[in-house]
């Protein structure tokens, strides 16, 4: 199957052949109503298909995948992508936020709900003493029941007065609503992001292959007092988080 004459760019037209391929694997994603997770052909079968080079397939789906369309995974193939996560750094708000407000539903496995002893370097992080108790979080974060993150959350108990977050429900509830409803204000925070490859647990929990890519995020949220009131380290699966940050000069 050729790229139809109306699709393929004239003389006079300037786009790039590879930006007519891309146009047509985004049309036949939706034309064969291919679900997050479907195949798609290879990169030989597309160019049987299309009757152009394999450069040219490579970058139509590079681009695609760019987009945070489609998912190339060495060794296995090419599928449609996974919903992903997109984290708006312009404003201080949670997974469960800025899930809702992309129009999917989102849920928790919780892992861990517990009061712990910190150690001193946790204590020092945390800006309290190591004989402060701190409430440990730990969810496997879902997006339209898919697993996409795990998130670890470090909160000090003497910040949370009459709050008692180990008998919380924490499998549909956001945390940072728990504390807001609790009179608690979030007021400012600070986010680090870096880039990794997927370990054991990542694996196991997210459902994806070794040395996956994955995007780390370290965060530290204040009151309006100053005081740090939590303290989370993030893995999220690389192709199902996106980071938007506005930038003005």
Known sequence: MNIPDSSLPDENEKKPLYIHVKDFVKNYITDKNLQPGDPLPTEVEFVDMLNVSRTTIRNA??????????????????????H???ENLTTLSGFSEDVLRRGHSTSSIVLSNQLIVP??????????????????????????????????????KKHLINLD?????????????ILIDAGIS??????ILEASISDEMDCALLQITE???IL???RKVYTDMNELIEM???RSRGDSHKVKILLRR
């Open 61 to 82: 789906l590079d681009i695609l995948q760019l987009n945070g369309l489609i998912n190339k995974q060495q060794g296995r193939g090419t599928f449609v992508a996974k």
């Open 165 to 177: 977050l180990t008998t919380i429900d924490f499998t549909r509830k956001s945390l940072y609503q």
């Open 211 to 213: 040395n996956s890519p």
């Open 232 to 234: 989370s380290y993030c």
């Open 84 to 86: 992903s996560y997109e």
């Open 186 to 191: 979030i007021y400012k925070g600070e986010e």
């Open 119 to 156: 150690t001193e370097e946790l204590a020092l992080e945390l800006q309290i003493s190591s004989k402060d108790s701190v409430y440990f979080l730990e969810r496997l974060r879902l997006i339209d029941n898919e697993p996409v993150q795990i998130s670890q959350s470090y909160l000090p």
């Open 216 to 218: 780390v995020n370290r």
